[in-house]
């Protein structure tokens, strides 16, 4: 993380990373003359290596060797967050991509097992496991990011959400037949009242007299 927050930056084109930099800061360790060509084993290292495949048991999820309670952070945290990351340079905004990470971590860890959790002292490929255990809390249902829900469902889940309070994924986890229910009320709430029809006046001669008294007799409203 300290290797990132040196050779990342955020620019308007995106998140850019030194890759030079980086892999030099990963084989720190290793003398100059014995990096050479060791810049993509370094760069793949650092990412930590092969994909994490995470084990999920509730809220606990399996980072390496050892359990870690999680929950996602607060639209409030992550507001905080982000307010706590934009700092200003020379006229323009700079954002501490890895103090944001940073801060998304270290909220979202509620327990650990063993407790002796030091996150300092966690490798590299417990790093991304945990970064991709995070984020796959705290980003939202990629069938909304990627605007894959059809118009249709999009509707009735905002329609839903309106009505009941709920989030989308409350929505989409409650039985169908429930939700098949509760749109047929807000279909009922919402139908507009039938409109009173006033009787009118057939015309005549004697009618459209300008003496005349025309009595029209209809339902009592």
Known sequence: MAA????VRVTG???????SGFADAVLADLPREERAGLEPMALWWGAGGPPPELVREGDWVWIGRRWMGLRSWSWRERCDALNASVSQDG???QFDFVGYLDTMVRACIVDSEPTDLVL????AAETAALLAAVRGLNE????LANGTVSGDLARKTLQLCKALGWTPSQVWAAPAAEIDALLGLLEIEER?????????VRGSRLAR??????IQIGDDP
């Open 120 to 123: 300092e002292e966690i490798d």
């Open 13 to 19: 084109a995106g998140v850019v990373l030194s890759e």
């Open 192 to 200: 507009p009242a039938p409109v009173a029809k006033t009787a009118s």
């Open 4 to 7: 990132l927050r040196e050779h």
């Open 209 to 214: 007299h300008a003496d005349a008294v025309v």
């Open 91 to 93: 006229g323009g905004q």
């Open 140 to 143: 939202p249902d990629q069938t």
